[in-house]
């Protein structure tokens, strides 16, 4: 079985610019959630998305956003990218039932 | 919110020694996760533990849930270069979320 895939796997944007990055789950997973990990720190939670309804928001700000599909794979969104938005972007796939998040590769994204 | 603290920051040992990384909270903790994210990598699951008191081993890595449900620690007994790694706790933040550590950097000298 594939696990988690995401896309790009590296990325390069300017300032003012917006981005996509795109995650798939373990297949038969329906949840999704999103991470911000900057350098030297922990994961930070984003967005969880189960059966494509919103489950839980962190604290982020509107310029983030996030969907997820029928075929439960998922974009994130960023909008008027900052310096600050620099960092490795982690999708982790859930059951929907389990505690258990399998983490994809990550987007490492370079906003210069 | 759930906050957890990790100590140390960094570990560098050598080969053949034991390692041991504390996870901490103010408040009571619902469950306690553990994660291993090797350089360049992304984390990987360990384990879970929800008891109070409850103690997990997996090979030679010992997992604590302590009696208060606010502390936990992950210990590895002879560690190997294989170890190499940054080690988070997390613990279920509310609507679903999971709140992390920042994580113990463990560095083996062979």
């Known amino acids: 079985d594939a696990g988690v895939t995401q896309s790009p796997t590296h990325l390069i944007k300017t300032r003012g610019q917006h981005v996509t990055l795109r995650c798939s789950p373990i297949?038969?997973?329906?949840?999704v959630s999103w991470y911000q990990q900057v350098l030297g720190q922990g994961p930070q939670f984003i967005f969880q998305?189960?059966?494509?309804?919103?489950?839980g928001r962190g604290n982020f700000p509107d310029r983030f956003s996030a969907r997820q599909f029928p075929n439960y794979s998922s974009e994130l969104n960023v909008n008027a990218l900052l310096l600050g938005d620099s960092a490795l972007y982690l999708c982790?796939?859930?059951?929907?039932?389990?505690?258990?998040?399998?983490f994809g590769p990550g987007t490492r994204l370079t906003v210069t | 919110g759930q906050q957890v603290m990790q100590i140390p920051q960094y570990q560098h040992v050598q080969e053949g020694e034991d390692f041991t990384t504390y996870c901490n909270s103010s408040?009571?903790?619902?469950?306690i996760q553990w994660y291993k994210q090797r350089p360049g990598g992304h984390p990987v699951f360990l384990i879970q533990?929800?008891?109070?008191?409850e103690v997990k081993k997996q090979k030679r890595l010992t997992f604590q849930f302590g009696e208060a449900k606010k502390n936990s620690s992950l210990h590895i007994t002879a560690t190997q270069t294989t170890d190499v790694g940054t080690y988070f706790c997390?613990?279920?933040?509310?609507?679903?979320?999971?709140?992390f550590g920042k994580g113990t950097k463990l560095t083996v000298n062979p």
């Open positions: 982790a796939s859930l059951t929907g039932t389990g505690y258990e998040q399998y």
């Open positions: 297949s038969g997973h329906k949840s």
């Open positions: 998305y189960y059966e494509k309804e919103e489950r």
């Open positions: 408040t009571t903790l619902s469950n």
């Open positions: 533990l929800v008891k109070s008191g």
């Open positions: 997390a613990t279920q933040g509310g609507s679903e979320k999971l709140v």
